[in-house]
Antibody
Framework: EVQLLESGGGLVKPGGSLTLSCTAS????????MNWVRQAPGKGLEWVSS????????YYADSVKGRFTISRDNAKKSLFLQLNSLSVEDTAVYYC??????????????WGQGVLVTVSS | DIQMTQSPSSLSASVGDRVTIACRAS??????LNWYQQRPGKPPKLLIY???TLQRGVPSRFSGSGSGAVFTLTISGLQPEDFATYYC?????????FGGGTRVEIK
């Protein structure tokens, strides 16, 4: 059974930093690209960042570029997101999601339960 | 970035109804279109990928169609557990983008 478990969320002041973690099990973690997707309270889904299996391809949304850093440790089957220079607009539930591609599309088949990041003074 | 527009943003329906949700891309995305269901307080769940392929374990009352820039998700025979918010997602080009969501409520 595939499981993704996020941790590291919490309350942080504007301008502060936080590191989120996602621990994976049940699939070949090192072979799969991974993503972070966030959802502000009462709002829709926003893709944040993705990283390939060997960390050779990394992408960020414009809204977080230069402030967030995605990384992974395949030996520990873990995905990370370092959040710096946080603002109230970054308040959201952050999900890690796996990434697969097949004929005709790429998609996010598995998601963690999410971790809440609240940025407030 | 490719903009994804869903309609309607919300709808009310009864158990047993047939429901159709539309998703339009700002440019052609071939079949790189996925649908997710999200219940309150839960993560999104993949329903359909590649516009019309049902994810393993998803009931056959869910179906998807379309290609290019116009897509639909149909629920044939709405069940109580289907009341949720549905999102489309394009993965044709970076960054991947989601539609704004369609909330399906009980009439």
């Amino acid at each position: 059974e595939v499981q993704l478990l996020e941790s590291g969320g919490g309350l942080v002041k504007p301008g502060g930093s936080l590191t989120l973690s996602c621990t994976a099990s049940g699939f070949r973690f090192s072979s799969e690209s991974m993503n972070w997707v966030r959802q502000a309270p009462g709002k829709g889904l926003e893709w944040v960042s993705s990283i390939s299996g060997r960390s050779d391809y990394i992408y960020y949304a414009d809204s977080v570029k230069g402030r967030f850093t995605i990384s992974r440790d395949n030996a520990k089957k873990s995905l990370f997101l370092q959040l710096n220079s946080l603002s109230v607009e970054d308040t959201a539930v952050y999900y890690c999601a796996s990434h697969e591609c097949g004929p005709g599309s790429c998609y996010f088949p598995y998601w963690g339960q999410g971790v809440l990041v609240t940025v407030s003074s | 970035d490719i903009q994804m527009t869903q309609s309607p943003s919300s709808l009310s329906a009864s158990v047993g109804d047939r429901v159709t949700i539309a998703c339009r891309a700002s440019q052609s995305i071939s079949s790189y279109l996925n649908w997710y269901q999200q219940r309150p307080g839960k993560p999104p769940k993949l329903l359909i990928y590649a516009a019309s392929t049902l994810q393993r374990g998803v009931p056959s009352r869910f179906s998807g169609s379309g290609s290019g820039a116009v897509f639909t998700l149909t629920i044939s025979g709405l069940q109580p557990e289907d009341f949720a918010t549905y999102y489309c997602q394009q993965t044709n080009s970076n960054p991947t983008t989601f539609g704004g969501g369609t909330r399906v409520e009980i009439k």
